[in-house]
Nanobody, 124 residues
Framework: QVQLVESGGGLVRPGGSLRLSCAAS????????MAWYRQAPGKQRESIAG???????NYADSVKGRFTISRDNAKSTVFLQMDNLKPEDTAVYYC??????????????????WGQGTQVTVPT
């Protein structure tokens, strides 16, 4: 099993910054792609940034140029630096990972895992 623990959410004024972190843990695992999603009230969960194990990144147009995703493979941690925050960024932010479990077994398996979510609020 893989556990994802997020931290770093909070209340910030428009134009401010926050940095989210998500640490993955588990035994016999390898973390592949990591990503951040968000879900605003009354809206569907959307993908906003992703990063491969080799460091290739992608961003939703709504956050491009303002948010930066990065990762520390040694610590199985992904970060989301959010700058110039806007009220429309208000949402619960979720960490997602594709991870292989049982890497030392004869039947490794890749599955999807989610963090518990962290609230980011940017008041108008």
């Amino acid at each position: 099993q893989v556990q994802l623990v997020e931290s770093g959410g909070g209340l910030v004024r428009p134009g401010g910054s926050l940095r989210l972190s998500c640490a993955a843990s588990g035994s016999g695992i390898m973390i592949n792609t990591m990503a951040w999603y968000r879900q605003a009230p009354g809206k569907q969960r959307e993908s906003i940034a992703g990063i491969t194990r080799s460091g290739t990144t992608n961003y939703a147009d709504s956050v491009k140029g303002r948010f930066t995703i990065s990762r520390d493979n040694a610590k199985s941690t992904v970060f989301l630096q959010m700058d110039n925050l806007k009220p429309e960024d208000t949402a619960v932010y979720y960490c997602h990972a594709k991870a292989i479990t049982g890497i030392l077994s004869d039947r490794p398996r890749e599955s999807d895992y989610w963090g518990q979510g962290t609230q980011v609020t940017v008041p108008t």
